[in-house]
């Protein structure tokens, strides 16, 4: 298994769906990480979780929800999303809040 | 304001040509600094992470150089290759946990 897996690679969505994104670290990780990359503009910072609690929650809308079971296992619950939504999402993880960044190959989601 | 820059925000260079990139930062008090490579449509690779207290690190015909006083860091690919056309994203993590990226060199390698 490589280091962290993300699943659907690619979603299409109504705006009236539910639809989750998963992420699984197989590195041993204890901080856990989403990020939205649109086109042309800087990585945006969504959640962070450390040790299976939010440590941070970057003003983002209620209509993602993040949830963290365990420290291998992170989720992003969608609902009722916006066409402006439509991005590159991505999970990460590091050892520690202050440790080397390891990604995911992405979530690839579109908003109809 | 804290803020990571990276110019040029394009780069194309004949193959074999060294690859300099620029990263620099409005705040010194860092903690750390790590260097990503992204192939369209794909996650974030990371290349080398260097600590505030050294200077450098080397990764096989990568080094990348820090400089706190000045608020720089430079990624140099030497012998450039085909392969290594890529976003090359930086990322400065500030001393109390902030992580903040930059925007990306998008660099082409002509064969």
């Known amino acids: 298994e490589t280091g962290v897996t993300q699943t659907p690679r690619h979603l299409v969505m109504g705006m009236t769906n539910k639809k989750s994104l998963k992420c699984e670290q197989h590195l041993g990780h204890n901080a856990m990480y989403w990020y939205k990359q649109s086109a042309k503009k800087p990585l945006e910072l969504m959640f962070v979780y450390s040790l299976e609690e939010r440590v941070e929650n970057n003003s983002v809308p209620s209509r993602f929800s993040p949830e963290c079971p365990n420290s291998s296992h992170l989720f992003l619950h969608l609902h009722t999303l916006q066409p402006e939504d439509s991005a590159l999402y991505l999970c990460a993880s590091s050892q520690s809040e202050t440790g080397e960044l390891f990604f995911g190959e992405g979530s690839r989601l579109t908003v109809l | 304001k804290q803020e990571v820059t990276q110019i040029p925000a394009a780069l194309s260079v004949p193959e074999g040509e060294n690859l300099v990139l620029n990263c620099s930062f409005t705040d010194s008090a860092i903690y750390n600094l790590q260097w990503f490579r992204q192939d369209p449509g794909k996650g974030l690779t990371s290349l080398l992470l260097i600590q505030s207290s050294q200077r450098e690190q080397t990764s096989g015909r990568l080094n990348a150089s820090l400089d706190k006083s000045s608020g720089r860091s430079t990624l140099y690919i030497a012998a450039s290759q085909p392969g290594d056309s890529a976003t090359y994203l930086c990322?400065?993590?500030?001393?109390?946990?902030?992580?903040?990226f930059g925007a990306g060199t998008q660099v082409v390698v002509t064969p």
């Open positions: 990322a400065v993590r500030y001393s109390w946990g902030k992580l903040q």
